[in-house]
């Protein structure tokens, strides 16, 4: 059996440690921390106060040391230095009390998170979602989702010549040439119904022909989905030849004044004035008759075309019964208002008829009015009605400015 003997028990069993400056003890602070001494009084890498353990100067605290695995500081920074991994198994990692830095190391593949899931590439600031090899600022390889009240993607391009590129690129599964029709880019917008989601409209980019290299011919389709309806259908396209095709539906001119602008084509050798298409309308008008007391016709519904400032009309009386004939015979109710600019007159032409004497080869439209006034053969003199009762006709057909 072992004897003790001298001053400490340390002293004879050099293996054991103790506490420097025992006849002390342990001080309240962790600021005045005591060093542990081994057996034979020198201090080891250990400090102990009430309150705190410490590892001395720049010692380090090791595990296992088996991969060199320690945590170690150097009265500023903090190094956990790991084998192979450094795992956490705690459920929450709170870095709240205060702004914290990470700093990488400048590499290509300075972190990465669950094989790919996101890796940063520190020497070139570019993050990767799906990659651990970005190629962009943000490198993102799948679909990404954003849900907010109020989402949104917003381009600012501070260069000296901003054009804020949205870029779609198509590759077919093996690097081939994308195919005749294939789309290359969808923009869709989508609600929802009440039941699901559903496609409300899209804006395609598609390949308009045989593709090759160095020839890249495009098309623009935008498609919408019509009222009743779930199904989306092609509206309007821009082909490669830049021809536009309306599949369905019509171009309505919102503005008063607009229209297609002909200003590319040649001009004549006379003075042109005006090169905007801006109106077209077809429909029917109520024909009156001046210049005769009583009237009866088949029909007083005349039909008309207004294609610019040009309006065609034309109008068949079917059987007519005249009466009491009081002057110039005179058609009434033209659809618009004739042209006020000075030698304008319209003009019309009597293709059948007996309800006018005189030979009447029809007549012209006055300045700034609705009439047509009927006028006798090789004469300026105002033609008149047929007093004769029933079964007179007339058929007129003319134009005029507006």
Do not use: C
């Not at 001395?56 to 296992?64: A, E, H, M, P, W």
């Not at 084509?265 to 001046?290: A, C, H, P, Q």
């Not at 618009?336 to 304008?344: A, D, H, K, L, V």
Request: hydrophobic share 35%; net charge negative; aromatic share 8%.
């Amino acid at each position: 059996m072992a004897t003790l003997s001298g001053q400490t028990i340390a002293n004879t069993f050099d293996s054991l440690l103790h506490v420097e400056d025992d006849t002390a003890g342990l001080v309240a602070t962790s600021t005045d921390s005591r060093v542990i001494q081994d057996g034979v009084g020198a201090n080891s890498a250990l400090a102990l106060a009430t309150d705190s353990v410490r590892i001395t100067s720049t010692n380090k605290l090791y595990f296992n040391d088996v991969g060199d695995e320690h945590i170690s500081s150097d009265g500023t920074d903090l190094t956990i230095a790991a084998g192979t991994a450094l795992n956490i198994t705690a459920d929450v990692i709170d870095l709240s009390d205060a702004t914290k830095d990470i700093t990488l190391n400048a590499a290509v593949d300075a972190i990465n998170f669950d094989s790919n899931t996101l890796s940063i590439d520190a020497s070139n600031n570019r993050i990767g979602l799906g990659t651990a090899s970005p190629t962009a600022t943000l490198d993102v390889r799948g679909k990404m989702y954003m849900e907010t009240s109020d989402p949104g993607i917003e381009l600012l391009d501070t260069g000296t010549a901003p054009y804020n590129p949205l870029i779609f690129k198509a590759l077919r599964s093996g690097g081939s040439a994308v195919q005749n029709g294939e789309d290359l880019g969808i923009i869709y917008a989508q609600g929802y119904d009440g039941g699901a989601y559903r496609d409300f409209a899209q804006i395609r980019f598609a390949a308009d022909a045989v593709v090759s290299s160095g020839d890249a011919p495009g098309r623009i389709e935008l498609w919408t989905t019509p009222d009743s309806s779930t199904t989306i259908a092609e509206r309007l396209s821009v082909d490669s030849n830049g021809d536009v095709t309306v599949a369905t539906g019509n171009i309505i001119m919102g503005t008063s004044g607009k229209g297609i602008n002909f200003a590319a084509t040649g001009d004549s050798s006379g003075s042109m004035t005006n090169e905007l298409f801006d109106d077209y309308e077809e429909g029917t008008f109520t024909v009156g008759r001046s210049g005769v007391t009583t009237d009866a016709v088949a029909t007083d519904t005349g039909y008309y075309t207004k294609i610019g400032n040009i309006v065609y009309w034309h109008w068949y009386s079917g059987a007519m019964t005249l009466s009491s004939t009081t002057g110039g015979a005179t058609l009434t109710g033209l659809p618009f208002t004739t042209s006020s600019s000075t030698n304008r007159y319209g003009q019309f032409t009597t293709l059948h008829g007996t309800a006018i004497d005189g030979s009447s080869p029809g007549g012209y439209t006055n300045l700034n009015n609705t009439n047509a006034q009927f006028v006798d053969l090789n004469n300026t003199t105002s033609a008149s009605w047929i007093n004769s009762g029933g079964n007179l006709y007339i058929m007129v057909q003319g134009f005029y400015h507006v």
